[in-house]
């Protein structure tokens, strides 16, 4: 099966969680910007949660398929449709041969296709490193034209087709749960833990981390992105040695604009580090647009282990309920 790409978007890549295993080498980790949204799109489909899907910016894309398949759109803001025809967004969604996807809105959009994108391993996984030009489809955003590759699916992927023609449907009547879907916003709190260099903030600039809004800018990629506001100022000034940076990280360069980095970002950093962003809120970092602001607010470790595992535990009891629904069995406890 394959899919043609007949409107590529802003920047449309294929992704998936990344290359964690690759990072003592100096390659960034990659993968989806919004890990929460591209493991739901892939449940939805019946795939495992690393499978390869793409990762729209910002809408403009049509993909024509050229045999019948599942999907499933997950992201903030999503307005898409099928031969014209809406489509809802969190749900399986079955496509015919021929049909014509149009993302026309969104922020950053999993598409997940049952079987997942059939790309090359490259350093144990299949997302594209653009700075780097490799993975993904020859290491580059999606164009026009484009004819992308997509694997056998599943057992459970054809199942949950076969349940949708069964009962005449192009969109399936279960979808994500309530609690599984992150509270994406123009302007939401963000939680941090504060980082080696907090302590270091002037008084002035602790207040206006923990009180005031910082505004996306347009110099904002899968790297990093960087926040105006009120310029923030350290008490001293040091020469720092390179350290380990991750996903969430929140550095503060010299003109005082605070970065958090993102999928993309390097393995090692000299900036100051004022915190670390919890994993269960990087998806509504990751889901901002240009011009949206957010608030900082500080929590403990204790407090952001505990969101951690009451979201992965949701995660799991939501991938227990598909495998009950479509996997072997799965008619027996219906």
């Known amino acids: 099966m394959s899919i043609t790409v007949r409107q590529p978007g802003i920047q449309t890549t ?109 350093l144990d996984a299949r997302g594209t490193s653009l700075r780097a030009g490799f993975g993904g489809f020859c290491g580059r955003a999606l164009q026009k034209h484009d004819v992308l590759s997509v694997a056998t699916p599943s057992r459970r992927s054809q199942r949950i087709v076969a349940e949708l023609e069964l009962q005449s449907r192009t969109s399936a009547q279960w979808a994500t749960s309530l609690s599984l879907l992150p509270c994406y916003s123009a302007t939401p709190t963000v939680r941090f833990i504060p980082g080696p260099e907090h302590a270091l903030l002037t008084d002035a600039s602790r207040d206006a981390l923990h009180a005031d809004s910082f505004r996306l800018a347009p110099e904002s990629d899968r790297m990093g992105f960087r926040f105006s506001g009120v310029p923030l100022t350290l008490t001293v000034t040091r020469d720092m040695l390179s350290s380990g940076v991750t996903a969430g990280t929140i550095q503060l360069p010299p003109g005082g604009a605070p970065i958090i980095l993102m999928a993309d970002r390097q393995t090692t950093g000299g900036y100051p580090r004022l915190g670390e962003v919890i994993a269960v809120d990087l998806p509504l970092v990751a889901q901002l647009r240009p011009g949206d602001s957010l608030r900082f607010a500080s929590v403990t470790l204790d407090q952001a282990h505990a969101l951690y595992r009451a979201r992965e535990r949701d995660l799991a009891t939501a991938s227990r309920a598909v495998h009950l629904r479509f996997d072997d069995g799965g008619e027996r406890a219906r």
């Open 14 to 122: 294929v992704q998936d969680l990344g290359r964690l295993a690759s990072q003592q080498l100096g390659v960034p980790v990659g993968g989806a910007m919004d890990e929460q949204a591209h493991r739901i799109a892939n449940l939805l489909v019946g795939n495992a949660d690393d499978a390869a899907a793409l990762e729209c910016a910002l809408g403009h894309v049509a993909l024509q398929f050229d045999a019948p398949a599942v999907v499933a759109l997950t992201g903030r803001d999503i307005t898409a449709s099928l031969d014209g025809a809406p489509i809802p967004a969190w749900r399986a969604v079955r496509v015919h041969a021929g049909a014509l996807l149009s993302l026309h809105n969104g922020c950053r959009t999993t598409i997940a296709i049952g079987g997942g994108l059939d790309v090359p391993i490259v």
